[in-house]
T-cell receptor, first 114, second 112 residues
Framework: SAVISQKPSRDICQRGTSLTIQCQVD?????MFWYRQQPGQSLTLIAT?????????ESGFVIDKFPISRPNLTFSTLTVSNMSPEDSSIYLC???????????FGPGTRLLVL | GDSVTQMEGPVTLSEEAFLTINCTYT??????LFWYVQYPGEGLQLLLK?????DKGSNKGFEATYRKETTSFHLEKGSVQVSDSAVYFC???????????FGKGTKLSVIP
C-alpha cells in the first residue's frame, strides 16, 4: 500500500490569491491524480499529474486555473489560482502503483475562500 | 459510459444493527470494484475490493461480493458500531481505463 501526505491540511484564503498544495507519496507510483470534493458531494477528477510533462486535465478544468507539477514519481503540487469562494472545497491527491492496481488517497486539503 | 449507482442516504442505524448499502454498476468488460470510506474530516481510505466475478472482498467486518449477473457490489456488515459512522463510496475501475468512477456516496450514522 501507499501512504500519501498533503500540505497544508487546511487553509483559509482571500479572494484573488493562490494556494499551492503539496502531495508526497511514500513510494513510487505510476499515476498521480488530483480530485476536488465539494461539500457533501462525490469526487470529481481535476487532472492526472504526469511526471516531467504537462498534466492531463478533465473537462471543465484548465491549466491556468489549476497548474500542476510532478517533478518525480513521489511528489506533485496543485495550485489553485486566482481563487474565488466557489473554489472552497476539499482537494485530494491520489496515487496508483500501476494501471489496474489499487488507488490510494491523501487526507485532503480543506480550502475555504473568503 | 461507466457509472456507479449507490443507494441514497443518509442512513441511520442503531448500534449492532445489520448494514446493507446497495451499489450497482454499468461498465463494459470486467471492471474492478471498490468500497472506500471517508471518516469525518479525513480523506478516503480503501475499505475492500474485488477484481473478478464472485470475488468477495472483506475488511473490518465489512464484506461485499462481486456479482456479475446482477452488476452489483453491495456492502454489508453484520453489526455496526458508532465508529463506523462515515461516508461510503462505491467505485469501479473499468478494464483498460485509468480513471476511477465513483458513486455519489452514502452517509452512515450509527447511534448508540
Amino acid at each position: 500500500s501507499a501512504v500519501i501526505s498533503q500540505k497544508p491540511s487546511r487553509d483559509i484564503c482571500q479572494r484573488g490569491t493562490s494556494l499551492t498544495i503539496q502531495c508526497q507519496v511514500d513510494s513510487q507510483v505510476t499515476m498521480m491524480f488530483w480530485y476536488r470534493q465539494q461539500p457533501g458531494q462525490s469526487l470529481t477528477l481535476i487532472a492526472t499529474a504526469n511526471q516531467g510533462s504537462e498534466a492531463t486535465y478533465e473537462s471543465g478544468f484548465v491549466i491556468d486555473k489549476f497548474p500542476i507539477s510532478r517533478p518525480n514519481l513521489t511528489f506533485s503540487t496543485l495550485t489553485v489560482s486566482n481563487m474565488s469562494p466557489e473554489d472552497s472545497s476539499i482537494y485530494l491527491c491520489s496515487g496508483r502503483g500501476g494501471f489496474q492496481e489499487t488507488q490510494y488517497f491523501g487526507p485532503g486539503t480543506r480550502l475555504l475562500v473568503l | 459510459g461507466d457509472s456507479v449507482t449507490q443507494m441514497e442516504g443518509p442512513v441511520t442505524l442503531s448500534e449492532e444493527a445489520f448494514l446493507t448499502i446497495n451499489c450497482t454498476y454499468t461498465a463494459t468488460g470486467y471492471p474492478s470494484l471498490f468500497w472506500y470510506v471517508q471518516y469525518p474530516g479525513e480523506g478516503l481510505q480503501l475499505l475492500l475490493k474485488a477484481t473478478k466475478a464472485d470475488d468477495k472482498g472483506s475488511n473490518k467486518g465489512f464484506e461485499a461480493t462481486y456479482r456479475k449477473e446482477t452488476t452489483s457490489f453491495h456492502l454489508e456488515k453484520g453489526s455496526v458500531q458508532v465508529s463506523d459512522s462515515a461516508v461510503y463510496f462505491c467505485a469501479l475501475l473499468a478494464a483498460g481505463s485509468y480513471q476511477l468512477t465513483f458513486g455519489k456516496g452514502t452517509k452512515l450514522s450509527v447511534i448508540p
